[in-house]
């Protein structure tokens, strides 16, 4: 059967040619010119042979060769597997190993993955044969069928190195089918807000072309600044977006202190951790009354598995909302444990499994009974309990795996990073969230090798270049030595919180001076006492979505507007300071 997918974004190319289909930080494409050039590189690409079930490695920028990349895989019968250029290039030869392809389409200036038995790489560029006479008739393409793998994501993996997931065309058939029914089939504005090659990329990308619409991507650069995404939320008159639940909350909080808002917002959906509905969440939708929240849930494993709309007034709304019910196609059978129990989803959102990793598919991906019926379902590790109403709640982990900011993280994926570096003889990563702030943390707590000395920003720095940046650990904490349980695994929960972290929650002492107060707001952010006034803000564990917060108290403490671009371009307790004072006296 051919892709879904593929046969709507055809439709609309054949129905509204004219209409803008992408605007890039490179420019602008209507659906002529989408498919025009997503064909001629699925020419290629057949051309060089690829078939259904080959995998075909993207490694491009935000911008229009990315867009017309992932399109032209699917055309050609591949499945497209999305890496990000800012990655590490050693994470990057690890995923191109990992996923198993044989093909890569890589953008002019990048480096393409190497080695003896590396894929075919081909430029991703403009084909100056496109639309003229070949030598040949390019061969005709096998259409995939439902089971063919359609796109393949990564996730952290528990074993020291991401797992590649392999999702086929039911998958993402089922998706964008049940993405348009539940939120709007209208042609909308959307925001391509997700990190490159994660699961919500997929659904932001096809969910806009396959309804008609218009998607939109800031820069690399725009995207870290959550200010200036909303301002282009509200220039770009975004319909609908796809947020992490605590860039939802940072940016209800720069609506509720600086007044941006992006009226014509009309469906958000968040998902990758568990949804808290705080006093600028609810200011924020009552004043976009047209507007609706869904909260998403599902791992890698099954992308969407179950949803919930919150309806009602948003001053209605629990705090802590359900995670829902099953999509169509879905179902959920809840184990029980100690607390509540764990979750196992199957149907038509299930994974082939892992890539080339056998044992670990075997491990998480199981033959149960449910509703009286054998099938194959995926073990979670989610803890729900069951609603009155048949929703679920979730409750949280039964096993160690962390998520940060949306995204998912395995510690062994990150200690097995830090133990390559050869003054680190034990470590264990947990989260740690500071007392005055919503964000979690990665804290990395280490025994060095005896007589090495070992600075935090020197293993920082070790970290980044293996690893992407929402992996690297905000803080490092020595050890003699880490706390057993009795059966001689670390006791994760024994493990302290970072030293210099502040004792206390509540409102700041009145300070002597500006500066002491600008570092006090660092301070309750960050968790880090005694900040001194040229340390750099990231060497503190400071992100885009702490600076976010942080300009926000800034104008509530002393009501001067910094932005977060101007914040993060000289991110120091003095800087800022002189900032603030120079705003003040003019």
Not at 398 to 420: F, H, M, N, S, T
Not at 504 to 524: F, H, K, N, R
Not at 549 to 576: D, G, N
């Given at each position: 059967m051919p892709s879904r997918v593929v046969d709507l974004i055809a439709d609309?190319?054949?129905?509204?040619?004219?209409?803008?289909?992408?605007?890039?930080?490179?420019?602008?494409?209507?659906y002529a010119e989408l498919d025009r050039r997503s064909a001629d590189v699925a020419d290629r690409l057949t051309r060089h042979g690829v078939r259904p079930g080959d995998i075909v490695l993207v490694q491009a920028s935000r911008g229009i060769a990315l867009g017309v990349a992932v399109l032209a895989v699917l055309r050609s019968g591949g499945a497209f597997c999305v890496v990000d250029p800012l990655y590490p290039a050693d994470r990057i030869q690890h995923m191109w190993r990992r996923c198993g392809a044989r093909f890569a389409l890589v953008e002019p200036g990048l480096r393409p993955p190497d080695g003896p038995d590396g894929p075919v790489v081909l430029p991703l560029r403009e084909d100056p044969a496109?639309?003229?006479?070949?030598?040949?008739?390019?061969?005709?393409?096998?259409?995939?069928?439902?089971?063919?793998?359609?796109?393949?994501?990564?996730?952290?993996?528990?074993?020291?190195?991401?797992?590649?997931?392999?999702?086929?065309?039911?998958?993402?058939?089922?998706?964008?089918?049940?993405t348009l029914a539940s939120t709007s089939p209208e042609p909308l504005r959307t925001l391509m807000f997700a990190p490159l090659g994660f699961d919500i990329f997929v659904q932001e990308v096809f969910t806009a072309w396959c309804s008609g619409g218009c998607l939109y991507t800031p820069s690399d650069a725009e995207r870290v600044?959550?200010?200036?995404v909303w301002e282009l939320c509200r220039a770009w008159e975004i319909q609908r977006i796809f947020l992490p639940p605590v860039a939802l909350r940072r940016l209800a909080e720069l609506t509720v202190e600086f007044d941006i808002m992006p009226g014509a917002l009309r469906e958000v959906a968040v998902a990758g951790e568990a949804l808290q509905i705080t006093p600028a969440v609810?200011?924020?939708?009552?004043?976009?009354?047209?507007?609706?929240?869904?909260?998403?849930?599902?791992?890698?494993e099954t992308h969407v598995a179950l949803a919930h709309t919150l309806t009602g007034p948003s001053h209605s709304w629990p705090d802590f909302p359900p995670v829902g019910r099953p999509l169509p196609g879905m179902t959920a059978h809840v184990v029980p444990q100690e607390e509540g129990g764990e979750l196992w989803v199957a149907g038509v959102g299930l994974a082939h499994g892992y890539v080339g990793d056998p044992q670990q598919t075997e491990a998480r991906f199981r033959s149960v009974r449910i509703e009286g019926r054998t099938v194959r379902a995926y073990r979670t590790g989610d803890l729900v309990r069951e609603r009155p109403d048949g929703a679920l709640d979730y409750l949280g982990r039964a096993d160690d795996q962390l998520k940060i900011r949306g995204y998912?993280?395995?510690?062994?994926?990150?200690?097995a990073a830090l133990l390559r570096h050869p003054a680190v003889r034990e470590c264990a990563v947990v989260a740690w969230t500071p007392p005055d702030s919503e964000e979690r943390r990665l804290v990395a707590h280490v025994v060095p090798e005896p007589g090495c000395p070992l600075e935090t920003g020197e293993l920082r720095a070790h970290a980044a270049q293996l690893l992407p940046n929402y992996m690297v650990p905000h803080h490092v904490v020595h050890a003699s030595e880490l706390p057993l349980s009795p059966n001689g695994k670390i006791d994760r929960r024994r493990l302290p919180a970072p030293g210099d972290a502040r004792d206390c929650v509540g409102p700041l002492p009145e300070p002597t001076d500006m500066q002491s107060a600008v570092a006090g707001i660092w301070s309750t952010v960050l968790g880090v006492a005694d900040i001194p006034p040229d340390r750099h803000f990231m060497d503190l564990g400071g992100t885009s979505l702490s600076a976010a917060l942080i300009v926000t108290r800034i104008h509530q403490r002393f009501q001067v507007q910094v932005s977060v671009q101007e914040f993060l371009s000289e991110p120091t307790v003095e800087s800022v300071t002189a900032l603030i004072r120079g705003r003040a006296a003019a």
């Amino acid at each position: 059967m051919p892709s879904r997918v593929v046969d709507l974004i055809a439709d609309q190319a054949q129905r509204r040619p004219l209409a803008t289909a992408l605007v890039a930080p490179d420019g602008r494409l209507d659906y002529a010119e989408l498919d025009r050039r997503s064909a001629d590189v699925a020419d290629r690409l057949t051309r060089h042979g690829v078939r259904p079930g080959d995998i075909v490695l993207v490694q491009a920028s935000r911008g229009i060769a990315l867009g017309v990349a992932v399109l032209a895989v699917l055309r050609s019968g591949g499945a497209f597997c999305v890496v990000d250029p800012l990655y590490p290039a050693d994470r990057i030869q690890h995923m191109w190993r990992r996923c198993g392809a044989r093909f890569a389409l890589v953008e002019p200036g990048l480096r393409p993955p190497d080695g003896p038995d590396g894929p075919v790489v081909l430029p991703l560029r403009e084909d100056p044969a496109a639309g003229t006479a070949h030598d040949a008739p390019a061969p005709r393409r096998t259409q995939p069928d439902g089971e063919d793998p359609a796109y393949v994501v990564f996730t952290s993996g528990s074993t020291g190195g991401p797992k590649a997931v392999s999702m086929p065309h039911r998958c993402l058939d089922n998706l964008i089918e049940w993405t348009l029914a539940s939120t709007s089939p209208e042609p909308l504005r959307t925001l391509m807000f997700a990190p490159l090659g994660f699961d919500i990329f997929v659904q932001e990308v096809f969910t806009a072309w396959c309804s008609g619409g218009c998607l939109y991507t800031p820069s690399d650069a725009e995207r870290v600044d959550l200010q200036r995404v909303w301002e282009l939320c509200r220039a770009w008159e975004i319909q609908r977006i796809f947020l992490p639940p605590v860039a939802l909350r940072r940016l209800a909080e720069l609506t509720v202190e600086f007044d941006i808002m992006p009226g014509a917002l009309r469906e958000v959906a968040v998902a990758g951790e568990a949804l808290q509905i705080t006093p600028a969440v609810r200011e924020l939708f009552r004043r976009l009354p047209a507007a609706r929240l869904h909260n998403h849930y599902g791992p890698v494993e099954t992308h969407v598995a179950l949803a919930h709309t919150l309806t009602g007034p948003s001053h209605s709304w629990p705090d802590f909302p359900p995670v829902g019910r099953p999509l169509p196609g879905m179902t959920a059978h809840v184990v029980p444990q100690e607390e509540g129990g764990e979750l196992w989803v199957a149907g038509v959102g299930l994974a082939h499994g892992y890539v080339g990793d056998p044992q670990q598919t075997e491990a998480r991906f199981r033959s149960v009974r449910i509703e009286g019926r054998t099938v194959r379902a995926y073990r979670t590790g989610d803890l729900v309990r069951e609603r009155p109403d048949g929703a679920l709640d979730y409750l949280g982990r039964a096993d160690d795996q962390l998520k940060i900011r949306g995204y998912r993280v395995e510690p062994g994926d990150i200690e097995a990073a830090l133990l390559r570096h050869p003054a680190v003889r034990e470590c264990a990563v947990v989260a740690w969230t500071p007392p005055d702030s919503e964000e979690r943390r990665l804290v990395a707590h280490v025994v060095p090798e005896p007589g090495c000395p070992l600075e935090t920003g020197e293993l920082r720095a070790h970290a980044a270049q293996l690893l992407p940046n929402y992996m690297v650990p905000h803080h490092v904490v020595h050890a003699s030595e880490l706390p057993l349980s009795p059966n001689g695994k670390i006791d994760r929960r024994r493990l302290p919180a970072p030293g210099d972290a502040r004792d206390c929650v509540g409102p700041l002492p009145e300070p002597t001076d500006m500066q002491s107060a600008v570092a006090g707001i660092w301070s309750t952010v960050l968790g880090v006492a005694d900040i001194p006034p040229d340390r750099h803000f990231m060497d503190l564990g400071g992100t885009s979505l702490s600076a976010a917060l942080i300009v926000t108290r800034i104008h509530q403490r002393f009501q001067v507007q910094v932005s977060v671009q101007e914040f993060l371009s000289e991110p120091t307790v003095e800087s800022v300071t002189a900032l603030i004072r120079g705003r003040a006296a003019a």
